[in-house]
C-alpha cells in the first residue's frame, strides 16, 4: 500500500524521491561572483493564488535606480499543491511561462535559493532552468538552514539561486531596497494580486 502525507495528496515514496533530485541538483548550482558594475536590469518575479488559479507577476528594473522598464502578469491553472520545502513544484510552471522571452540580466525571485534544507529551492530551480543568474527573496528563513545560506537585507532574507554569490546578491538587493524590501519584488508582489 502507498503512504500519502497528511494533507498533500502525494504518495511518500514520491516526495523523498523529489528531495534526492533536488539535493542531486544542488551540486549544479554554480555561486560565483557577478560583476554588479555591468548589471543594467534586475527583474523579479511572484505567484499568488485563488482557488485553483495561479496568478505570476513580472518587473523589469532599471539598476539601481529602479525605473520600471516593463511589469506583465499571466494567470494558468495550480498543477501541484503546496508542500513545504517543494515549493518549486508549485511555482515553476507559472515563473516560466510569465519571463518567458523576457530579457533580464538579475532575476530576484519570491522564495529560497541555496538557503534550503536540500540546498536547492525555487530561485535555484528557476536558474537552473534558465542558465540565467537568479537570487532568492523571502520573508523569513526556513528552519534548520545555516545561517551562513543567506543574508538579512533590510526586511528580505538573500540568498544565492544560480550565477551569482551571496556577496554579490546582497548588494544587488540592498541597492533596490524601498521600505525594507527590494523594489521590484514589491511590485511584482503587489501585481501578482491585483485581480480583475
Avoid at 104 to 115: F, Q
Avoid at 155 to 180: C, F, P, Q, T
Wanted: charged letters at 30%.
Amino acid at each position: 500500500m502507498i503512504k500519502e502525507t497528511k494533507n498533500y495528496g502525494i504518495p511518500e515514496e514520491k516526495l523523498e524521491l523529489l528531495a534526492l533530485a533536488q539535493r542531486e541538483l544542488a551540486e549544479k548550482v554554480v555561486e560565483r561572483p557577478l560583476d554588479v558594475s555591468e548589471v543594467e536590469t534586475v527583474a523579479a518575479v511572484d505567484v499568488s493564488y485563488r482557488g485553483d488559479l495561479a496568478r505570476s507577476a513580472f518587473a523589469l528594473c532599471s539598476f539601481s535606480e529602479c525605473e520600471i522598464l516593463k511589469t506583465k502578469t499571466l494567470e494558468t491553472g495550480v498543477s501541484a499543491p503546496y508542500i513545504p520545502t517543494h515549493f518549486f513544484l508549485r511555482e515553476t510552471r507559472p515563473i516560466l511561462l510569465v519571463i518567458r522571452d523576457e530579457e533580464y540580466d538579475v532575476l530576484l525571485v519570491e522564495g529560497h535559493g541555496r538557503a534550503h534544507p536540500r540546498g536547492y529551492g525555487l530561485a535555484s530551480h528557476i536558474g537552473i532552468l534558465t542558465g540565467r543568474p537568479t537570487v532568492g527573496v523571502a520573508k523569513r528563513p526556513l528552519r534548520g538552514v545555516s545561517q551562513d545560506l543567506w543574508r538579512r537585507v533590510g526586511k528580505a532574507y538573500v540568498s544565492v539561486g544560480h550565477l551569482i554569490d551571496l556577496e554579490s546578491a546582497a548588494e544587488i538587493v540592498e541597492r533596490l531596497l524601498d521600505g525594507g524590501y527590494p523594489r521590484p519584488m514589491r511590485i511584482a508582489d503587489r501585481l501578482s494580486k491585483v485581480r480583475k
